[in-house]
């Protein structure tokens, strides 16, 4: 079973460039969820979505973009890199924001210089 | 507010037992969890707490959870090398409507003979 499968592995912008951060999950899973992970900061809440067609915003999201097209897909977007965006990336599904287990994916190591 | 505090390190030799403490602030929290984070991996969820619970046990893992003061630990018996990782605190305040998880900064646990 393939869980959460999140691509690039790794990346390297230049700053003002933009990309998008693909994450998918074949476990119909209606929660969705990206973090961005800094040393000593733990992961923090980039934007959630709760099922197709709806998403809101966490903790951290300027900068970033998210849409919900389909229940497996929920990619994310970085408008305009900056080095301030130098992080490690996860996704993360579960059945609904309320189970207590969520899946992660392995992460994209993204280096904006 | 809402924040998730535990100490950054923690040095045990093998065979010896483990304890890692976390403490949490929003005491609307319908669970609280324990991650692991291998080098270069996803999170993976060890266990988790439900928050009428005072202790849950599942193998070599024994979490305590003491509401009054809001701490959480995570106690693994006989720690093998294979644990050593990066152990994540969380908890899921309830809020607009739904639960989100807010992550400590993570406890860097070392495994040495």
């Known amino acids: 079973n393939a869980g959460v499968t999140q691509t690039p592995k790794f990346q390297v912008l230049k700053t003002g460039q933009s990309m998008t951060l693909q994450c998918a999950q074949d476990?119909?899973?209606?929660?969705m969820s990206w973090y961005r992970q800094d040393p000593g900061m733990g992961l923090r809440l980039i934007h959630y979505s709760v099922g197709a067609g709806i998403t809101d915003q966490g903790e951290v999201p300027n900068g970033y973009n998210v849409s919900r097209s389909t229940t497996e897909d929920f990619p994310l977007r970085l408008l305009s890199a900056a080095p301030s965006q130098t992080s490690v990336y996860f996704c993360?599904?579960?059945?609904?924001?309320?189970?207590?287990?969520?899946?992660f994916g392995q992460g994209t190591r993204l280096t904006v210089v | 507010g809402e924040d998730v505090e535990q100490s950054l390190f923690l040095s045990v030799r093998e065979g010896d037992s483990s304890v890692i403490n976390c403490t949490y602030t929003?005491?609307?929290?319908?669970?609280l969890y324990w991650y692991k984070q291998e080098p270069g991996a996803g999170l993976q969820l060890l266990t988790y707490?439900?928050?009428?619970?005072d202790m849950k046990q599942d193998q070599r893992l024994t979490v305590l959870l003491n509401k009054k003061d809001k701490h959480l630990s995570l106690r693994i018996a006989d720690t093998q090398t294979g644990d050593s990782a990066i152990y994540f605190c969380a908890e899921s305040p309830f809020s607009g409507g739904y639960n989100k998880l807010i992550f400590g900064a993570g406890t860097r646990l070392a495994v040495h003979p």
């Open positions: 993360a599904s579960s059945y609904d924001s309320l189970r207590a287990e969520a899946f």
């Open positions: 476990m119909n899973h209606e929660y």
């Open positions: 707490i439900f928050s009428n619970m």
């Open positions: 929003d005491s609307s929290s319908t669970y």
